[in-house]
């Protein structure tokens, strides 16, 4: 992987030169390269830095001959024999630019890319023209920046200007660009979609789906497992690095489960997988993800015994995130909402990978409670006792389920929706009062009013004090070794895994082209909405996100499927959706993968209120940046843990 970028300037110094090459050499830390060009008595230059995943040595870039200078940021996983074993070790930017210069013509240049498999972004400078673009689906950030003066297209965001046109590049084609001023020509890919739901509609069934499904799975996740090279050029650190050569974002749900088991079955057994897991606030250990990745890493563990699965817990605060609110919105740009930020926020101080390496003895310490795992089918846990019953029996266990798993406090949103309770269809108002009852009997302890109550049993507020400070004597920190990160987006695009998708299907009457109409509009937009950020905040950290849900041809398999193959939302919730991947948990030997609920990361880490609009848009960097992110927390503002690097 690398961070690249192109700068053509009609008077040097309109651009911030120095600002872009330090940020693309935190994607690429291992090497920088320029080379000077000129069009049209504009005058710049083509960067390179590189991240080097495959290959003997550091091949720096950019790369020239003929005239002709390429830079690549790319993982070519198919259509230049890759995976053949005289080439799986050389790098792809050479095998590529070679397979370029066989025929110094336009129509090579577009044949050869558009034969490659794999997430990438490149430009091209030639004699008579610019060439430069993305993957069809956009895995790879490319960002363009235009003005009266300058053209820049660069792999990060650079400094907007004024009166300049700033966007992501879109993912139609190959751009060409000849003259100053001018909008580049698009030379489109030419090849049908890689997914279409809308088609998947009307597909007869495929015979075995799970089967089906799982062994396209399998080669994606083995082609980004076998080519990526152990770091040979680690750099001194202040903390000890794990020996991992992949690794997996990882929330414990049934997106990254999955991947994290298929990966278990091609790394080799002398060789551990990092589990990277964040979460926020001032008890960490109590977040949904945080319980659902303890719950995930015992079962893997369980099904996988050979193996060394290293949880690494990244424990941070709001702190952490305001001392770098100006640095993750220049990562994000030109996306420009909260919740572009909080995502953001959750990506990137993960795929920074440092934080507390979980010691083996606490897998005990592992059950899930209920209000993680799949709701039961309507009626299966009998009528709710009625709201008159003085007795809290019923209220009193289901608290006791939830925190006989580590954590001192469930929140009253949890309760109701998990358990049958006397309150369960009482409203806000009538649960917070039947439960301060119970509280002023001395029965169970509260904190929080209204939609943030939180309950526990007696003593929760003094245990969890305790708690908090044995959290803070754990002081030495361990980053993962792991360049190439196994990440879950587009699982849910692709096999609907999203809650509105039930609301669409409802409200048409369960209509299945309603559904998916939603999720083709979800896909085709990928590009801008979330691949493109993605690729910019985990890179940030010298990391390369490996997107296996996203693999060309798994996507050209699953598109045979009928759509009722892939999720059934006549099932109920928690169950229907992404229904194929929940029974491929099962047969990797991790049920209870595929029976918790989807989960939004920046809910599921605890970072955001869920009662504020998501889409409202970021102010500019400054003391209001800082008061709109405070407002949009779910957590207070605590001390930073020892291990925050940033």
Known sequence: MCGICLILEKEKGEVDREAIKKSIQKRGPDDYGSSRITMHEWEGLIGGAVLAMRGDGVTRQ????????????????????????????????????????????????????????????????????????????????????????????????PTAQPNGKLFEVPTGGIFKYTKHNEDPVLIPWEQGPLFSPLKMVNNTCVKDPVSVYLDALTKSVQKRVVLADKNPHKKPEETEETNARIGVLYSGGVDCAVLAALASTMVPMSEPIDLLNVAFGDHPRETP???????????????????????????????????????????????????????????WFASNGTGRLVPVSELSETNAPPSLLRRAASGDEGPAPPIHDDGYSTLINAVKSEVSCGRHYVTLSDLTKTHKLPFKHAGCKKAGEYVTRAAKKRLLEVKGKGTDMAVGLPGAGDREKNNVNREETKTNPVTTGARALLVGMGADETLGGYSRYRTVYNQAGGCVTALAKEMEADFQRLWRRNLGRDDRVISDNGREARFPFLDEELLRTLSTFNMQQVTDLTLPLGIGEKTLLRECAKRLGIPMAGTLQKRAIQFGTRLANSRVDGTTVMPPPGDGLRDALMSCMNTTVLKKRPWSTH
């Open 62 to 157: 950019p790369i020239s001959k003929n005239d002709w200078t390429f830079a690549w940021n790319g993982e070519i996983f198919a259509g230049l024999d890759v995976m053949n074993a005289d080439n799986q070790h050389t790098n792809d930017t050479t095998l590529l630019f070679a397979a370029l210069q066989l025929d110094l013509t336009e129509k090579n240049i577009i044949n050869t890319l558009r034969s490659v498999s794999g997430p990438f972004s490149f430009i091209l400078h030639t004699p008579t023209a610019i060439y430069y673009g993305r993957d069809p689906l956009g895995r790879r950030s490319l960002v363009s920046l235009t003005t009266q003066t300058s053209f820049t297209i660069t792999s990060v965001s």
């Open 289 to 347: 993800d945080r319980l659902a990745a303890r719950q995930g890493w015992a079962e893997l563990s369980k099904a996988y015994p050979g193996r060394v699965w290293n949880l690494i817990e990244i424990d941070m605060t709001a702190d952490d995130i305001l001392n770098n609110a100006e640095h993750l919105t220049s990562l994000v740009t030109p996306a420009n909402t909260i919740m572009d930020l909080n995502i953001a926020s959750a990506l």
